[in-house]
């Protein structure tokens, strides 16, 4: 199975913010490496796919950039609504996807 | 508007079964894949099963963690999937969300997703 893990695990931000969470790849996965967002009690939501390709309806402040093994979040200006807990998802395994462990964003 | 609403959760005791359904508004559910993910209590997200369109001949795939146990299945004349699991195991508790892989994202990246149903094992 492919592994994938997320740092780090949480971080403590302030509105405005620039915040950058990475994902690493236990094999090179090219750019099969997507993003969710999910806040508690709710579902996840698909922010990023494709390693950089936004979801429509998703803020342009969120992007993702890598390839290969490892890829970064970015989220340029931190606003409210963005405290979440953020999972990265490699969907280049046939056998199936893999998620991260995540990353918590908190105030 | 497309939605997609899991039900049948419940406490079962360890060993036991129970069928978890997914129901489709606003679009036709054979014509998307369709992947079953599970979150653990304070935990991270993980893959259950995944059962193709039935234009794509309906392959199925499950997590180790499930095969053998679970089974994935279609109607089309419901708009549902649904997911048997059998042989339960208090590992398997979590809130079970069901969710919609549209053609156009590639394999496994899904864009709407249910509210989860919640599975507790326990005895």
């Known amino acids: 199975d492919i592994q994938m893990t997320q740092s780090p695990s949480s971080l403590s931000a302030s509105v405005g913010d620039r915040v950058t969470i990475a994902c690493r790849a236990s094999?090179?996965?090219?750019?099969?490496l997507n993003w969710y967002q999910q806040k508690p009690g709710k579902a996840p939501k698909l922010l990023i796919y494709?390693?950089?390709s936004l979801q429509s309806g998703v803020p342009s402040g969120f992007s993702g950039s890598g390839s290969g093994t490892d890829f970064t979040l970015t989220i340029d200006s931190l606003q409210p609504d963005d405290f979440a807990t953020y999972f990265c998802?490699?969907?280049?395994?046939?056998?199936?996807?893999?998620f991260g462990g995540g990353t918590k964003v908190e105030i | 508007e497309v939605h997609l609403v899991e039900s049948g959760g419940a406490l079962v005791q360890p060993g036991g079964s129970l069928r978890l359904s997914c129901e489709a508004s606003?679009?036709?559910?054979?014509?998307?894949?369709i992947n079953w993910v599970r979150q653990a209590p304070g935990k991270g997200l993980e893959w259950v099963s995944y059962?193709?369109?039935?234009?794509?001949?309906?392959?199925?795939y499950y997590a180790d963690s499930v095969k053998g146990r679970f089974t994935i299945s279609g109607d089309s004349a419901k708009n549902s999937v649904y997911l048997q699991m059998n042989s339960l195991r208090a590992e398997d508790t979590a809130v079970y969300f069901c969710?919609?892989?549209?053609?156009?994202?590639?394999?496994?990246?899904?864009?709407?997703w249910g509210k989860g149903t919640t599975v507790t094992v326990s005895s």
């Open positions: 094999e090179s996965i090219g750019t099969y």
């Open positions: 969710a919609r892989e549209p053609p156009w994202l590639g394999e496994f990246i899904m864009d709407v």
């Open positions: 059962i193709s369109s039935s234009s794509s001949g309906s392959t199925i």
């Open positions: 998802q490699q969907s280049y395994s046939i056998g199936g996807p893999t």
């Open positions: 606003g679009f036709t559910v054979s014509t998307f894949n």
């Open positions: 494709a390693a950089s």
